[in-house]
């Protein structure tokens, strides 16, 4: 099979190298906004051949990743489903978006008369705080899950197809309600994120600011590592995850307004309460992965 | 030279093992309160010789470090200070507490004539989400800082003594006025680990927590991590620290209402101000410690 790739940053690239050696692939073929990444791309053997416009993957390929950031994407897929829409046999359509609830309604508003069952919607859960197509990875998926939201007019071989592409990558491919997902996925990792973000903004515009980031110790180096993710691409999953990452930062701002509470009364049993159930779901959670590992 | 420990946690116990081979040292000898921890030490090859009182090591030793949680330290600094100070000769004292105004306060208030001219307090910015004699490892500090805060009536021969002592673990030393401090390591490890057991107590509350800890994604993961640490650690530096600790919870949350209203109002151009200027100030921050390093 063709496997078309629109968006040549990280996750495409990523999965390109993971694909490249599978005998089930015939050719991967690439659409890069940027001709420096295309370039790149092709000449470090990522993809096979490039195309001058995204929709002409449609054309020469049996499936098409989507892997640009998250409001771009859903662009992108009205755009390609509006094209598909007229051809016979359209290739299967995905994307690697955070995000799935408005890529899922932004197809429901495209007025079809019904959902286009080659569209099948998916999450890999990898990642790392650097970008674009020379940080691509052959092995990043491998252990991770991928987390598909297959609408009910999905294609059982679409939603096949799409998953078998991401265990061919090494990945564990679950399914879940598409609600489910921009819920847990608020929860953690677009929570996460703000926080990070937020933390290290605050701390780089105190006075203090030029100490802070000498002796940043533990626990700060990590926070400031999370927030040196792209900011176009936590941007756009902020905007389209807008309503459950409010939601997520309220019942965090209560938690904490508890925990200061506690701190503010040198209430230390209370502290305890929260430190001992916060490092206990962590500790039960662990034990549990590795008993499945086992 | 004799070196003392007052607790064989893990940094005591890493400090023993960093210091075993060393030329100038003679006996390494340990107090644990726990007697397991004790015969474990010993038989480890830890320590050379334990006591069964935290006092005894005046007797027996050069240079006493106590290495328990913040408050017992505090307590324990200002008995060994009150036995020390009827000594002709007392050994050195200091301590790894992470937060070092308490300690300071308590010493000053004391009532002695003058600061006990033996006493250094020092803070190791090394740990480990692990903790326990079992968790020690020689090279815990390598690399790592070494923060003291001596005060103007410390003796310089004691000072020397103390950073000696942690350049022999491999550790770079440094020196800062007390206030600064804990004013810096609440912002980049106080207020940092609150937050850390705050998302995970609030999101293991959560109706969603099965899924949540199930589905946990690359930010999450980090501060899961973090929020394992040890609970009476933690909840000892929150009192200790607790007026420069809740400076900095309301600093970030003022932060965090920041961008609260920027995504609330999908105000894309302010997110962005956010995420660019937390990203830049880790991206410079990662090149001049790069710079340095070269």
Redesign the interface.
């Known amino acids: 099979m063709n496997v078309g790739f629109l968006g040549l940053g990280l996750i495409g690239a990523s999965l390109a190298c993971a694909l490249r050696d599978r005998p089930e692939i015939n050719k991967l073929i690439g659409y890069g906004h940027r001709s420096s990444t295309v370039d790149a791309a092709l000449s470090l053997g990522i993809i096979d051949q490039a195309v001058e416009q995204p929709e002409y993957l449609l054309d020469c390929c049996d499936l098409v990743v989507i892997a640009t950031p998250t409001l771009l994407a859903q662009q992108q897929m009205v755009q390609l489903v509006g094209i598909a829409e007229s051809m016979e046999s359209p290739p299967i359509l995905t994307d690697v978006a955070s995000v799935k609830g408005n890529l899922w309604r932004a197809v429901e508003s495209m007025g079809l008369p019904s959902w286009p069952q080659y569209v099948v919607l998916g999450h890999p859960?990898?990642?790392s705080e650097r970008s674009g197509v020379h940080a691509a990875k052959a092995d990043l998926f491998v252990d991770h899950?991928v987390?598909l939201t297959p609408h009910e007019g999905s294609s059982a071989t679409a939603v096949q197809s799409v998953a078998k592409l991401w265990q061919w990558a090494g990945a564990e491919v679950i399914s879940?309600p598409v609600e489910?997902h921009d819920?847990?996925?608020a929860?953690?990792?677009?929570?996460?994120?703000?926080?990070?973000?937020?933390?290290?903004?605050?701390?780089?515009?105190?006075d203090?600011?030029v100490?802070?980031?000498r002796?940043?110790?533990?626990?700060?180096r990590?926070?400031?590592?999370?927030?040196?993710?792209d900011?176009?691409m936590?941007?756009d999953i902020?905007?389209a995850n807008?309503d459950e990452?409010?939601r997520a930062?309220?019942?965090?701002?209560?938690?904490?307004s508890?925990?200061?509470a506690a701190?503010?009364s040198?209430d230390?049993e209370r502290?305890?309460t929260?430190?001992?159930?916060?490092?206990n779901?962590?500790?039960t959670?662990?034990v549990k992965q590795n008993a499945k590992k086992d």
């Open positions: 859960i990898a990642g899950r987390i879940m489910l819920k847990v996925l929860a953690t990792s677009h929570l996460p994120h703000m926080l990070a973000y937020s933390l290290v903004d605050t701390l780089a515009q105190s203090l600011s100490d802070i980031f002796y940043a110790a533990g626990g700060f990590d926070f400031t590592r999370i927030a040196s993710s900011p176009v936590w941007r902020a905007l807008k990452l409010l930062i309220d019942s965090f701002s209560n938690g904490l508890d925990l200061r701190i503010a040198s230390g502290m305890m929260i430190f001992k159930r916060a490092k779901s962590r500790d959670f662990l």
